[in-house]
């Protein structure tokens, strides 16, 4: 019987790890933090698979070809043909194997593409998301807890609005689980009970080598042999190596704690050879400051609240400059946008402006609508003094909010096109005049700062098809593999729509789970 160790605990390595031990090998994951589940249990857990088979009954047509076309036409920066073409192909079959290889079921999301216009892209429903499903208490407490969804609610009943509180307050009580955390219960059982063990609260440190193949990890003076899948996530938690590789900056990762890098560092002894190690997840994220996960400052992304009417995004500079209804990524990188004239990145300290409506009608971050201002919510009576107030320009501030409200008025944004996209309106709100444009125009004013953030990084080792690991020199190093955030992701600087991280690494981790146990 062949070993196989899974070194991280997320989507990634217990797909991986799900699929080397149905193949017959002998499994362990090891995980350094005390719980499981990393940034996936922290997610959505949405999963963005075009053409599966849940399409046809939502009334959307797709095909691997129109797949492969819209991915294609997302072509930007370090792709890899190859590893997105076996991605869109292999997609469906792989949704359908996790449905009869684990306890998991699929439910589809509304969601758009993040660029619906382009050629192949669809108006919803190729993102899946795991069902909800009731776990034992013991397997609860094994899995991290998201300090930012604070009831067991899916993301199609958020992205829909049909929200029945009843049945919500039922599946607490029956200890029902959702999301990203679902999909995290689902793996595990199903990994432990293809005979699968599983260490959590214990660090690799380095990796056993002989002749140039791996065969195993070392933890201390031990070495737990076997074939290796790096699976413990990307770098966005080690600011040296956010400064050195990284396109521009981000100051804000909102992922779970533990995404220091491991694996690149273990990569990188072996020889590997790296990719896409500019690019990130990238989003807008807000922090408050009470809020950490496991000691550690906690960033929450900052979504849908960008698109609601009534609001606006300014730089450091009190001038807009982004469509804010774009997707989380677009936007993450547009804040990362140089001024060559004052040398200076102005929307790395950006803030989102919104008025007494807005304050009235919705949430943000943790806050509901009719709570107390919190510490961390900058008001003023007018936008000259909300400008004062967060250290930026009046005369702009107040230029850019007339400029907007001018054309909030008409129902078209032609300097940055809010709204013109079926992505846009999806994530506004569907009961207003107009779902994302509305005018910013009755005191007392608001801001939120905003950083640049991302969910995690997308560098690392570069890969084959099976997740094997490329060395420098062109080869591959025998006994290594890599998936998920761990290695480079094959997409470049593109984000296809919601559960455009978890789709392609469920992919790459069962091929890789699967050849490493061959």
Not at 104 to 111: A, D, E, G, K, R
Not at 142 to 155: E, G
Not at 176 to 204: D, F, H, Y
Not at 345 to 363: K, N, Q
Request: with cysteine.
């Amino acid at each position: 019987m062949s070993s196989v160790v899974v070194v991280g605990s997320g989507a990634a390595g217990l797909t991986a790890a799900v699929a080397a031990a149905q193949t017959g090998a002998e499994v362990t994951v090891v995980e350094r933090a005390p719980v499981l589940g990393g940034t996936t249990a922290l997610s959505g857990g949405l999963a963005w698979m075009p053409a599966n088979r849940l399409m046809v009954a939502e009334g959307v047509d797709d095909s691997l070809a129109e797949a492969r076309r819209y991915l294609h036409a997302l072509r930007l920066g370090d792709v890899d043909d190859d590893l997105v073409d076996y991605f869109a192909n292999q997609a469906p079959e792989v949704a359908d194997w996790l449905e009869s290889a684990t306890g998991l079921s699929w439910q589809t999301v509304p969601y758009p593409d993040y660029h619906p216009e382009l050629p192949g892209g669809k108006p919803g429903h190729r993102p899946l998301e795991p069902q909800p499903r009731e776990v034992p208490p013991d397997l609860d407490q094994r899995i991290r807890t998201a300090p930012n969804v604070t009831a067991p609610i899916t993301y199609r009943e958020l992205a829909t609005g049909n929200i029945d509180w009843d049945e919500v307050a039922d599946r607490s009580r029956r200890g029902v689980i959702t999301m990203g955390r679902s999909m995290i219960a689902s793996l595990t059982e199903a990994a432990e009970a293809a005979g699968a063990v599983i260490l959590t609260g214990t660090k690799v440190d380095g990796l056993a080598q002989s002749g140039g193949t791996v065969n195993g990890v070392r933890i201390g003076d031990e070495v737990l042999a076997g074939q290796v899948i790096l699976a413990s996530g990307g770098f966005e938690r080690n600011p040296s190596l956010v400064q050195g590789f990284l396109r521009g900056p981000m100051t804000g990762p909102v992922g779970a704690p533990g995404m220091d890098g491991t694996a690149l560092r273990l990569a990188l002894a072996a020889g590997a050879e790296l990719g896409n190690m500019a690019e990130a997840w990238w989003c807008p994220a807000m922090t408050v400051s009470d809020e950490t996960i496991d000691d550690q400052p906690f960033h929450r992304l900052v979504l849908t609240e960008r698109a609601r009417p009534g609001s606006l995004m300014v730089d450091s500079r009190g001038r807009r400059f982004v469509n804010e209804s774009r997707n989380y990524n677009d936007v993450g990188r547009a804040m990362q946008t140089f001024d060559p004239t004052g040398f200076q990145y102005p929307a790395t300290t950006a803030w989102l402006v919104f008025d007494a409506s807005y304050r009235r009608r919705y949430h943000l971050g943790p806050m509901r609508r009719d709570d107390p201002d919190p510490e961390w919510l900058r008001r003023a009576d007018s936008l000259s003094e909300l400008a004062a107030v967060i250290d930026v320009d009046g005369e702009e501030l107040t230029a850019s909010a007339t400029r907007f409200n001018q054309l909030a008025a008409t129902g078209d944004d032609p300097d940055f096109g809010r709204g013109r996209s079926i992505y846009d309106r999806f994530v506004g709100d569907p009961s207003a005049p107009h779902p994302t444009l509305g005018p910013v125009d009755e005191p007392p004013f608001y801001a939120v700062r905003l950083h640049p953030g991302c969910l995690g990084t997308k560098g690392g080792p570069r890969t084959n098809i099976h997740g094997q690991v490329r060395h420098q020199d062109g080869s591959l190093i025998e006994g290594l593999y890599a998936v998920g955030n761990a290695s480079a992701s094959p997409l470049g600087a593109a984000y296809p729509g919601a559960g455009g991280t978890i789709g392609p690494l469920l992919v790459v981790a069962h091929a890789a789970g699967t050849a490493a146990a061959s």
